[in-house]
């Protein structure tokens, strides 16, 4: 029944419970009480009776003996004792008269009694007085024994009174006596029955609160020492177990976080390592690596990008080192007919059909060049354009890596949301802690009064004892789930620490894409600069032919124009040293690097 309650609710039962209990028990000793405290006033009230009833015979005998003595001595200063007795008699007569207003059997003795005294006054004590001031030297005894008879009968009425008072007096002392005992055993067995029940109560709200925040120590110390799959055992559906569900899922919620990030991390460390080793060969000039990282994110398309721009250079390679080979022959050719046309350009007077038979090689081989020339132009443009492409996937890889650190630091993010919520739990500790502080001071309050109100507040003392060191337990376990907290947090710590080394690694990656596309732009700078050697080759193989058609035509002038032939075929030689210097060039930057043939 109490696992469906919440905590406020269970400790208003069950204090409620403790103070109803109480307040029975109060209850019932104020009647009680009430009780012996009206038997008290009843006890003074007849003792008062007594005392007037003993203050009447008094003034009766006190009367009696200064008549006697007077009677006696004759001294007149002796009667003034009488009067002031008479005064105090009738003013006790009145006194007693009031306080048993209440019984009527001594209402009626009194109304019997008090003329009785007025007629003892008027007829013997004041008539005796009359007669010795009037000079009589004797007394009469008829007189003085008629006295003394009606003192007699006087305290025998008075002794009736005292008699009826004194039973009374006996009968409510058992009965104060009775409701002593009754107020001592409701005190006793109340206090027992209260105490017993108060530690039931404090028994079952510790078995209550105490186990569920017992499991979740134990649980989260497993969690601490690495047991990634420990989970509360929720039996109950208060605030407690509210707790331990949350828990459950925040534990739940980090180790599948935790078990995707390792995933995530160990997938693309691999692929970035692949694609770094291959990188890394081709910044060195080996384009012969395969790149085997596939996938459709973000890594996967940057491999294709790569594979793609790989497989374009080592065409493009390929393509420029046969181009450089076939420059290098023909330069070569060139230079061995320039010679020849050269060393033969002084029989050109003489041998003019050999001279044209020469000037028709030239100009086919000329013609050859230049279809070589342009074909070289035409893949220096398509290696500009294969670099430029290269480069743009290099920039997009590079925007894929800040991609990952941006989703690395929104998982910092999640891991800050992580510790903030576990702050949370810490405010819910604080408040619980507060609660626990209040209690304390409420049962300190408690057994401050129950102290002020001595035996009658021991049980009441013992009640607030139990709850000041329930309370205490329940600061002392709220501060072991704090502390618990702050080590969740300081593993938190770490876990943000991880992944901002995790974050440096692939601004590090980042670094060195950069540095390859750097190198890439390198490249594409050094192929640009063939693009204007080529031009100008191509513009001294089409003065070639121009000159070779002009040779053609001035042929049946050969020998007027044979030394400007010799002109042309100096500066055929030296366009070819030019033509062979590019080739060279050529071949030394596409001899860096590697690629399957």
């Not at 009766?60 to 002796?78: A, E, W, Y």
């Not at 393509?319 to 060393?343: D, P």
Request: glycine share 6%; charged share 20%; proline share 1%.
């Amino acid at each position: 029944m109490l696992a469906n309650l919440s905590i406020k609710k269970k400790l208003a039962v069950g204090f409620g419970a403790i103070v109803a209990i109480i307040v029975i028990l109060l209850s019932m000793a104020y009647t009680n009480f009430t009780k012996l405290s009206t038997a008290s006033e009843w006890d003074r009230h007849t003792l008062a009776v007594l005392l007037e009833a003993g203050q009447i015979e008094t003034a009766m005998m006190q009367i009696q003996s200064s008549v006697r003595g007077f009677l006696i001595t004759g001294d007149d200063s002796i009667t003034q004792q009488v009067s002031v007795e008479e005064d105090a008699l009738r003013h006790h007569i009145e006194q007693i008269t009031k306080l048993t207003a209440d019984n009527a059997t001594q209402q009626a003795r009194l109304k019997r009694f008090t003329p009785f005294i007025n007629n003892w006054l008027s007829s013997v004590i004041h008539p005796q007085l009359e007669k010795r001031r009037s000079g009589a030297q004797t007394v009469n005894s008829a007189e003085v024994l008629n006295g003394s008879r009606t003192v007699a009968e006087a305290r025998r009425m008075l002794k009736e009174i005292t008699g009826d008072e004194e039973r009374l007096l006996a009968e409510r002392s058992r009965t104060s006596s009775n409701l002593s005992e009754s107020m001592m055993l409701l005190l006793v067995a109340g206090g027992a029955v209260c105490t017993v029940l108060a530690i039931a109560i404090g028994l079952l709200l510790s078995g209550a609160l105490a186990a569920p925040l017992m499991r979740l120590n134990s649980v989260v110390e497993r969690i601490a020492h690495g047991e990634q799959d420990a989970r509360v055992e929720v039996s109950s559906n208060d605030e407690l177990g509210q707790v331990s569900n949350a828990f459950n899922q925040m534990a739940q919620s980090i180790q599948d976080s935790l078990a995707k990030e390792l995933a995530a991390t160990n997938l693309l460390k691999s692929k970035v390592d692949s694609l770094l080793g291959v990188v890394s060969k081709a910044a060195n000039g080996d384009l012969t690596g395969k790149i085997e990282v596939t996938g459709t994110d973000a890594i996967g398309q940057l491999a294709e990008g790569l594979d793609r721009m790989f497989d374009n250079l080592r065409v493009l390679l390929n393509n420029v080192q046969k181009a450089g080979i076939q420059v290098t022959t023909s330069a070569t050719e060139i230079a061995a007919s320039a010679k020849q046309q050269e060393a033969t350009g002084v029989e050109q007077a003489q041998t003019s059909v050999e001279i044209l038979s020469t000037t028709k090689e030239i100009s086919a081989n000329i013609s050859h060049l230049v279809k070589t020339m342009e074909e070289a132009t035409s893949v220096a443009d398509y290696t500009t354009h294969a670099t430029a492409e290269a480069q743009g996937n290099l920039k997009r890889m590079d925007g894929t890596m800040q991609t990952m650190v941006t989703a690395t630091d929104s998982i910092n993010a999640k891991l800050a949301a992580l510790s903030e919520k576990a702050s949370n739990i810490n405010s819910v500790l604080i408040t619980i802690t507060k609660v626990a502080d209040q209690t304390n001071i409420l049962s300190l309050n408690a057994a401050i009064e129950a102290e002020k109100a001595g035996e009658a507040g021991r049980g009441f003392s013992v009640v607030a004892t139990e709850i000041r060191r329930l309370a205490d337990q329940t600061s002392v376990s709220t501060w072991d789930i704090e502390q618990m907290l702050k080590e969740m947090q300081s593993a938190v710590s770490a876990s943000v620490m991880g992944m901002d080394k995790f974050s440096e690694e692939i601004r590090r990656s980042v670094g060195e894409v950069r540095a390859v596309t750097n190198q890439l732009s390198g490249v594409m700078d050094q192929v640009q600069k063939l693009a204007p050697q080529f031009d100008q080759v191509l513009q001294g193989m089409q003065s070639q032919a121009v000159g070779a058609a002009q040779i053609n035509e001035t042929m049946m002038q050969l020998n007027d124009a044979t030394q400007q032939t010799v002109d042309s075929l100096k500066s055929t030689s030296e366009a070819v040293h030019q033509l062979q210097y590019a080739a060279g060039g050529l071949q030394s930057s596409v001899a860096t690097f590697s690629v399957a043939t």
